[in-house]
C-alpha cells in the first residue's frame, strides 16, 4: 500500500504524468485482492488501474514508463494507464471504458470453465459502473451458467462528480446482485486484511464450482477523480476522508496490536522509497517508442 | 386435359428448393387431398398435396435434386393415353395444390 | 463439389471446425435445440451438446463481451448476432476491447472471436435490415467477410474460425433460401481474397454479398445489349484484395461500386478512392440505399434499396458519360 501510494507521488513528480487515475485512499482494495488471488487467476480491473498493477506485480519501473508512454512498459506504450496489460503476473488487463471489462470478464471466466483451468476470474470496477447495462447483462449470465467469477465493485463513492446515491437506484449495491441469487457482501474497502478475507472466501467459492460472487468494496477517494479533474467535494468533506486512510488505518493496527515498530516502519520506508527511486530511474532511461512502431500488432 | 404440377411460387420469387421424395410414381392415380411430393426449402418442409385429382404421368426432378419456384416437375392428365406436351415449359393449366410446411 | 443450402454450408463449416478444434465453441440467441435463427446450427446442439453451443438471453453487449474474453483467454468463439442492427450494443467488447487487444498488449493478447451477424433488408424494416459494414471497415483490426455463395460461405467461416483476430461475418438473409456448390473436400478461402464472378471488358462491377448476386444478373442483362461487365465479388471487405480490383479496373476504366447500405462514407466511397489512389484514370461511380432507413412495407423498401434493374442503369450511365467530375451518385434519384 506505501509502494502505491509512493509510486502514485513519483509519477506526479513527471514532467508529464498525463491523464491518470489515481488509487490514492482505495490501495487496500488493489492490495487485498491480490493477496487473495492466485497467481492463474486472471484479475481484470478498470482504468482505475495503477493501485491494481502494482500490486499484481507489474514492475514499477515498466509500469511508469508505461503510464508516461515510453517504450520500456509492458505495453510499450500502447496501453497506458486505461488498457495496462501484463498476463505472465496475472494482469489480464484493464479496459478504460467504464463496464467494458465487466462482460469481457465473463467470456474470461468461461474460458476457464470450459477448460477446466481451476482459475477464478475477478474483475474490479468502480461504483460508476453500476448503473452500466453491462453490469446487469453479466451478473445475469454469470449466474445463468455459474461461471467462476468475482466482480468486485470499488465504491470511493463518486463517479467523477455524481454521488452514487445519485447516480443508482438501489438503497445498496450489493442489492444489485440480488435479483440473480449471487452472494454479495459490502465489504470495509479500507481494512486490506477485511478486503482480503472477503475476497479469499468469494475467489475459493467460486473454484469451487459454486459460481460468481458479488462484492461492494467501500473506501473513499482521497484525491479527485483524475489528475485533470477539479475537485468539487466541498474542501471540509475531503478533508474528513483523511480519516479513512488506509495506510494510516493498517499502520496505527499493526502498531497497537505491537506488530510494527517505529524501526520496521522506518525500513519499510526507505525500501519503498529505493524501489520508487529505481522505477524513476528506470522510466528516464526508458526510450521512446519508434513512432513506426504504432503499426505493429494492429 | 393436361395439367402441370409446379412448384408454388406463392412461397416466393426464386426460392430454391430441394425435392426430399415423391408419394406418388409415374403412372399413379392421385386423388384430391392425397399427398404428392415433398420439398424443402433453406427453413421449412413443404408437404404438396392435390386439389385436383389427375394422372402422374410425367416426373422431371427425383429425390435431392434442386428447383426453383415455378418450375415444372411433372405432368399429370386425365386420362392415360393422352398425349404430353414435347416441351416441358409448354402452356398448360397448373394443378391446384396445397401446401404445407413445417 | 455438392450443392447445399447456404445455411447447410455454414453448419458443415462449423461441425468440421468444431469437430477439428475442442476450443471452438457457439454462442447466440436460439441456437441450442432451435438450431439457428436461421436454421444454421441444425444438429450442433446434438451433436456437440450444451457446453459447445450456447443459447444466451437477448444480451448482445454481454454476448460479444463473453466472445471476446473468453478468446483472450484461449477459447475460439463464435457468437451469432440475429441482426447486424442489434451488434450495435456489443460494439464495446468487439471495437474497443476485442480489435485493439493485440495492439495495445504489445501482442501479448490476442481475442479469436468471430461474430457472426445477418445484414440485409428482407422485409423486417428500420432495426433489422441495416448493412452497416463500413462502421467495420473503419475500426483497425477487425477483420470484416461478407460471402456471397454457399461455397464461400463454408470456406470463409472456416477461414474465420482459424483467423488470429476478431472476425466479423457477415451474412444476408436473402442468400439463405439460396443453394450453392460446396466443395466435398475442405478448401479455405483466404482473407483479403475478391472474387471475379464474370468476366468483362467495359465496366467492372464491384459489389459484395447478396449485391454480387444482383449484380451478375444484372451483368447477365447487359451482356444483351453489347455491354460487358465483369463482376467482382468484394469477399473480404477488410482487408481489401486491391490487386483484383486495380487490375480489373485498369482494363475496364469504368467502376461501378454497388452495396446495400448508405453509401455516404460506405464501402463504395473507400473503394473508389482507393482505386483513384492507384489509378490515374478511372471512371468511377457508385450505388447504394436512398437517404432513408429501410421501411419494412415492401414498396418502401424496393425503392430505397438498390435492384438489378438500378445496377443495370448505374452502368449504363457510367459508360455512356453522363458523369460529372469522375463521380456521381446513382440511382433511381438523385440525393
Given amino acids: ?37 492466485q497467481r492463474k487467476d486472471p484479475f481484470l480491473c478498470s482504468g482505475r488501474s495503477i493501485g491494481p498493477a502494482l500490486a499484481r506485480g507489474v514492475p ?38 467504464v463496464g467494458g471489462n465487466l462482460t469481457v470478464a465473463a467470456g474470461v471466466a468461461l474460458a476457464q470453465q470450459q477448460l477446466g483451468t481451476g482459475a477464478v476470474a475477478l474483475c474490479l470496477f468502480g461504483d460508476g459502473a453500476c448503473g452500466s447495462g453491462t453490469l446487469h447483462e453479466t451478473l445475469n449470465i454469470a449466474a445463468l451458467w455459474r461461471l467462476p467469477l468475482v466482480l468486485a465493485c470499488d465504491n470511493n463513492g463518486y463517479a467523477v462528480s455524481t454521488a452514487v446515491r445519485d447516480a443508482i437506484a438501489a438503497p445498496r449495491l450489493t442489492d444489485l446482485a440480488a435479483p440473480f441469487g449471487i452472494p454479495a457482501s459490502a465489504v470495509d474497502g479500507t481494512d486490506v486484511d477485511a478486503v482480503a478475507a472477503a475476497v479469499g472466501e468469494a475467489v475459493e467459492g467460486a473454484r469451487a464450482g459454486r459460481g460468481p460472487w458479488f462484492l461492494e468494496l467501500q473506501c473513499a477517494r482521497m484525491a479527485p477523480h483524475s489528475t485533470l479533474t477539479r475537485e468539487e467535494r466541498p474542501p471540509a468533506e475531503v478533508e474528513e476522508l ?57 | 386435359m393436361i395439367r402441370k404440377l409446379v412448384v408454388p411460387k406463392e412461397l ?30 433453406d427453413k421449412a418442409i413443404v408437404l404438396v398435396g392435390a386439389k385436383q385429382a389427375g394422372l402422374l404421368r410425367k416426373c422431371f426432378y427425383g429425390a435431392g435434386d434442386w428447383m426453383q419456384t415455378g418450375d415444372v416437375v411433372g405432368w399429370l392428365s386425365d386420362e392415360l393415353d393422352e398425349p404430353l406436351p414435347a416441351e416441358r415449359d409448354a402452356q398448360a393449366e397448373v394443378l391446384l395444390v396445397s401446401f404445407d410446411a413445417t | 463439389m455438392s450443392r447445399l443450402f447456404f445455411r447447410e454450408a455454414l453448419c458443415r463449416a462449423m461441425a468440421e471446425e468444431m469437430e477439428r478444434d475442442s476450443r471452438v465453441i457457439l454462442m447466440g440467441q436460439d441456437i441450442a435445440a432451435h438450431g439457428g435463427s436461421y ?33 483472450a483467454a484461449g477459447l475460439r468463439p463464435l457468437a451469432f448476432i440475429t441482426y447486424l442492427d442489434f451488434l450495435m450494443l456489443g460494439l464495446d467488447a468487439l471495437v474497443n476491447y476485442a480489435a485493439k487487444l493485440r495492439f495495445k498488449s504489445a501482442g501479448q493478447l490476442t481475442s479469436p472471436m468471430v461474430v457472426k451477424a445477418t445484414a440485409g433488408a428482407k422485409g423486417q424494416g428500420p432495426t433489422h435490415a441495416q448493412s452497416l459494414e463500413p462502421w467495420l471497415m473503419n475500426v483497425p483490426g477487425l477483420t470484416v467477410l461478407a460471402p456471397s455463395t ?43 481474397s475478391a472474387a471475379i464472378r464474370r468476366e468483362g471488358k467495359h465496366l467492372t462491377i464491384v459489389a459484395h454479398s447478396y449485391m454480387s448476386v444482383l449484380a451478375l444478373e444484372a451483368a447477365t442483362a447487359l451482356a444483351a445489349e453489347g455491354i460487358e ?21 485498369r482494363r475496364t476504366g469504368h467502376a461501378l461500386f454497388v452495396e446495400e447500405g448508405q453509401v455516404v462514407c460506405g464501402v463504395g466511397a473507400e473503394l473508389a478512392f482507393g482505386l483513384r489512389e492507384r489509378l490515374s484514370s478511372l471512371r468511377v461511380a457508385r450505388l447504394g440505399a436512398k437517404r432513408a432507413p429501410v421501411a419494412p412495407s415492401p414498396v418502401l423498401e424496393s425503392f430505397i434499396v438498390p435492384d438489378a434493374k438500378d445496377i443495370e442503369q448505374s452502368a449504363r450511365d457510367l459508360l455512356l458519360a453522363n458523369v460529372k467530375n469522375g463521380t456521381h451518385r446513382t440511382g433511381k434519384e438523385e440525393t
Fill in chain 3, 229 to 249: 461487365a465483369e463482376v467482382i465479388d468484394l469477399r473480404s471487405l477488410a482487408p481489401i484484395d486491391w490487386e483484383t480490383l486495380t487490375t480489373s479496373a
Fill in chain 3, 150 to 192: 454457399a461455397g464461400d460461405a463454408y470456406g470463409m467461416l472456416k477461414t474465420a474460425l482459424r483467423a488470429p483476430g476478431p472476425v466479423v461475418f457477415i451474412d444476408h438473409k436473402k442468400l439463405f433460401p439460396r443453394g450453392g456448390s460446396v466443395p466435398d473436400t475442405e478448401e479455405l478461402v483466404p482473407v483479403g
Fill in chain 3, 39 to 71: 436454421a444454421e446450427t441444425r444438429g450442433l446442439f446434438e451433436r456437440f451438446g450444451p457446453a459447445r453451443v450456447r443459447n444466451t438471453p437477448v444480451a448482445e453487449a454481454v454476448t460479444v463481451g463473453l466472445a471476446a474474453g473468453a478468446a
Fill in chain 2, 12 to 41: 416466393g420469387e426464386g426460392i430454391e428448393v430441394r425435392l426430399l421424395q415423391w408419394y406418388k410414381a409415374e403412372g399413379d392415380l392421385v386423388g384430391v387431398d392425397e399427398a404428392i411430393l415433398e420439398f424443402e426449402t
Fill in chain 1, 1 to 37: 500500500m506505501v509502494l502505491l501510494r509512493s509510486f502514485e507521488a513519483a509519477l506526479l513528480r513527471q514532467p508529464k504524468p498525463g491523464f491518470q487515475l489515481l488509487s490514492r485512499g482505495e490501495e487496500a482494495i488493489a492490495v487485498g485482492i491480490c493477496a487473495a488471488l
Fill in chain 1, 60 to 97: 514499477p519501473g515498466g509500469l511508469l514508463a508505461e503510464l508516461i508512454g515510453k517504450d520500456g512498459g509492458p505495453n510499450r506504450g500502447r496501453a497506458g494507464r486505461a488498457h495496462v496489460s501484463m498476463p505472465s503476473v496475472g494482469l489480464f488487463g484493464a479496459h478504460g471504458v
Fill in chain 1, 242 to 298: 483523511r480519516g479513512h486512510d488506509p495506510i494510516t488505518l493498517y499502520e496505527k493496527r499493526l502498531r497497537a496490536e505491537g506488530i510494527l515498530s517505529d524501526a520496521l516502519w522506518a525500513g519499510l520506508m526507505a525500501e519503498v522509497d529505493a524501489e520508487v527511486a529505481e522505477a524513476e530511474r528506470f522510466a528516464l532511461a526508458a526510450v521512446w517508442p519508434d513512432p513506426e512502431a504504432a503499426m505493429l500488432d494492429v
